[in-house]
């Protein structure tokens, strides 16, 4: 079965960290570029970070930079997003996106939450 999982949310208090995974089956995850995204209530869908499939290039919205920090392990066919110094604002589910020509996949989401 071709899927994206994502895992790792949670409830965090403000200046904690999580670190999402999102982890492939039934594709090779190598082939392509993964995007996190993430959506709180009421707001349009927020592209956080991407990398490339070779992982040699990455980006990251103003929002997070310096905070967070995406990797990838292809052997595992996983991504990762580290989020470091979370804020209130940085609440929303999290979605993972993998790219590869015509190709498109998604995950079902995890809910971050950072409150005190």
């Known amino acids: 079965q071709t899927q994206l999982v994502e895992s790792g949310g949670g409830l965090v208090q403000p200046g904690g960290s999580l670190r999402l995974s999102c982890a492939a089956s039934?594709?090779?995850?190598?082939?392509?570029?993964i995007s996190w995204l993430r959506q709180a209530p009421g707001k349009e869908r927020e592209r956080v970070s991407c990398?490339?499939?070779?992982?040699?290039?990455?980006f990251y919205a103003d929002s997070v930079k310096g905070r967070f920090t995406i990797s990838r392990d292809n052997a595992k066919k996983t991504v990762y997003l580290q989020m470091n110094s979370l804020k209130p604002e940085d609440t929303a589910v999290y979605y993972c996106?993998?790219?590869?020509?015509?190709?498109?996949?998604w995950g079902q989401g995890t809910q971050v939450t950072v409150s005190s």
């Open positions: 990398i490339s499939s070779s992982g040699g290039s990455t």
């Open positions: 039934g594709f090779s995850l190598g082939y392509y570029d």
């Open positions: 996106n993998a790219k590869y020509r015509s190709w498109d996949y």
